[in-house]
């Protein structure tokens, strides 16, 4: 059982826009900790993909958004591209645990 | 460009012990903490410890307090990850990751090192 909740999958079509949601509590996300995302290719290390809630690191295309509301955060892929097709983590510091937490992570297939 | 490079891995029994270890290089190697962050075959993400740029702050998840402990030699830029009285449950790919100095996420991944605790 993940601190963070994610839906297990979500998909859409290539062109489509997917949103995947964070869902955390008054200790982490909705203690003023941001919301980071990370995306991970099967068989490889997790890539840093969005930091800060809405920041995007260099190289990263400004198809990715993020956003966070209340004791949840957001990520928004629009124009799907075949290549999106990872799995998702978001991420939060939690004052309760006094340590770094994770999402589940979500399974993005594109159609 | 940024690198951490990983070794240390295998497969051991339980109770036994471990060690591994992350270079380095691409950046300031002293002014950054690092992390260690595990992944269980098929499961999500679990932070497992950080230790501070100077060393002078360690912390740790529940899960394996008292039994790992993170270290680094900043004249090496090399961090470790030392892991005493493993248990089935260690077994995972273990990350190392950057912790930058402007919040509280990893910004760069090592490649990632399978350790297996099995008889």
């Known amino acids: 059982q993940s601190v963070l909740t994610q839906p297990p999958s979500v998909s859409g079509a290539p062109g489509q826009r997917v949103t995947i949601s964070c869902t955390g509590s008054y200790s982490n996300i909705g203690a003023g900790y941001d919301v980071h995302w990370y995306q991970q290719v099967p068989g490889t290390a997790p890539k840093l993909l969005i930091y800060?809630?809405?920041n995007r690191p260099s190289g990263v295309p400004d198809r990715f958004s993020g956003s966070k509301s209340g004791t949840s955060g957001s990520l928004a892929i629009t124009g799907l591209q075949a290549e999106d097709e990872s799995d998702y983590y978001c991420?939060?510091?939690?004052?309760?645990?006094?340590?770094?937490?994770f999402g589940g992570g979500t399974t993005l297939t594109v159609l | 460009q940024v690198q951490l490079v990983q070794s240390g891995g295998g497969v051991v029994q339980p109770g036994r012990s471990l060690r591994l270890s992350c270079a380095a290089s691409?950046?300031?190697?002293?002014?950054?903490?690092m992390h260690w962050v595990r992944q269980a075959p098929g499961k999500g993400l679990e932070w497992v410890a950080v230790i501070w740029f100077d060393g002078s702050n360690k912390f740790y998840a529940d899960s394996v307090k008292g039994r790992f402990t993170i270290s680094r030699d900043n004249s090496k830029n090399t961090v470790y990850l030392q892991m005493n009285s493993l248990r089935a449950e260690d077994t995972a790919m273990y990350y190392c990751?950057?912790?930058?100095?402007?919040?509280?996420?990893?910004?760069?991944w090592g490649q990632g090192t399978l350790v297996t605790v099995s008889s």
């Open positions: 990751t950057r912790y930058p100095g402007n919040g509280r996420y990893f910004d760069y």
């Open positions: 991420q939060a510091y939690d004052s309760s645990l006094s340590g770094w937490v």
């Open positions: 800060g809630n809405n």
């Open positions: 691409g950046f300031s190697f002293s002014s950054y903490g």
